[in-house]
Structure formats: structure tokens, C-alpha cells
């Protein structure tokens, strides 16, 4: 995505005024972070430097491309204002909450965007790690993008009609009326052979063994 030409014309411009924006979307509410002082306006969003609840953003982690190999990471620390706002974000229901990181540039005089905030960063409430000093509390979030699950572990699962509904639900009927499967088939890995011995023939023969037949010339 292209930086706004309305922004990209505001940092081109003498002493411009730029913030970072922090969106983190809890199962019960949004919060709603910049880093600096004051507030900016982004539509009907409004971004302030401190949360009563969740407190005020102390840093971001470093903004680089990640290697081919690895998906995308980031962290943000936070200063939160009490003990409700840590259990709030280190709950287990928060992870995964939608979390997205914007540079914006802001009018000194409105507290308005300037264009179109230039996004950072999209992805997921992964973990939290607490710091806890004499005078300051410090929560760490690590972040996740959704290209982390291509990295799974998929060993194991059964494509048959039991499994597939039981992770998504009765209403999930894939293969319902597909034939074959209710002996579990496996995919993923080299599942349990359904075999008994192995054969091979000539000519026309088959290789394989038990019920598992396969005629090694349309192989």
C-alpha cells in the first residue's frame, strides 16, 4: 500500500508533525494509543497519548522486513495504569485480538490527519510479558501476523466428516456424503498403514499389500 499523497506532501513539508498509532481490539473494547502527548482525529477515531484504563505506549519494537524464512514480528510496550489493564491484555481470550500499527502525519492546529495514516504493521495479540520495577510497571505485547500459521504443524489431522466437525461445529458437514472416509483417512504425514503385507507382480500385477492395490503400471 502507497503512502497518501496528502501525507506523503506533509512530511515533505518544513518541521512536520508525525505519530505513530497503536489499535489493539479486545473482545470487550478498543483501545486506542499514540505515542507522544495530546490527542489526533482520524475520522470518528480519536488516538490519545493516555489510556485511563491500559495507560500510555513506552516504545515500539524495530520496523524491519522479516527474512523469507520467518513471518513478521513485532512488540509493543506498554505502561499500564494497574493491575486490571495487565490481566485485561494477558488473558487468554485477548490473544489473538486484532492489533494494527499506523504512522500518521497530524495538523498542529486541528489534531487532524493529514491524509491517510500510513499502516506499519497488521496482526494478532500473540503474548505479554510483565516488568515489574520499583517506580514503573512495564507490560510487553508480542505480536503476531496471520503468516505465522502457514509455519503449523498440520501432522496428524484426519480428513474425515468426524474431525472436520469437530472443529468446526455440526453445522460443518464437508464430508458428510463423501465416500471412504470414515475409516480416517490421514493427511499431513505418513499415517498408520492400512496394509497387512507387501506384493508385487509382473505383467499386469499390482505392488502394495492388504486391501491398498495399485497397478504399478499406472502408478
Do not use: C
Request: overall charge negative.
Amino acid at each position: 500500500m502507497s503512502m497518501s499523497p496528502a501525507m506523503l506532501a506533509a512530511l515533505q513539508a518544513r518541521n512536520p508533525l508525525l505519530a505513530h498509532f497503536l489499535e489493539i481490539e479486545l473482545p470487550g473494547r478498543t483501545i486506542r494509543l499514540l505515542d507522544g502527548s495530546g490527542f489526533a482525529r482520524w475520522g470518528d477515531k480519536v488516538f490519545t497519548a493516555e489510556d485511563a484504563d491500559f495507560g500510555k505506549i513506552a516504545g515500539f519494537g524495530e520496523f524491519t522486513e522479516a527474512e523469507g524464512t520467518e513471518a513478521p514480528r513485532q512488540t509493543v510496550q506498554l505502561l499500564p495504569t494497574g493491575n486490571a489493564a495487565i490481566a485485561a491484555l494477558t488473558a487468554p481470550s485477548a490473544q489473538g485480538s486484532p492489533v494494527t500499527i499506523y504512522a500518521a502525519a497530524i495538523d498542529r492546529q486541528t489534531g487532524q490527519v493529514i491524509g491517510e495514516p500510513d499502516v506499519r504493521f497488521v496482526g494478532e495479540l500473540d503474548d505479554a510479558g510483565f516488568n515489574h520495577a520499583q517506580n514503573s510497571s512495564l507490560l510487553e505485547l508480542e505480536l503476531a501476523t496471520i503468516w505465522e500459521r502457514l509455519f503449523d504443524d498440520n501432522e496428524g489431522h484426519r480428513w474425515n466428516n468426524a474431525f472436520w466437525t469437530s472443529l468446526f461445529g455440526p453445522g460443518a458437514r464437508a464430508f458428510e456424503h463423501t465416500p471412504n472416509v470414515g475409516e480416517q483417512t490421514y493427511w499431513g504425514y505418513n499415517g498408520p498403514s492400512k496394509g497387512s503385507g507387501g506384493s508385487y507382480g509382473g505383467g499386469n500385477g499390482s505392488i502394495g499389500g492388504g486391501n491398498d492395490h495399485a497397478r504399478y503400471d499406472q502408478v
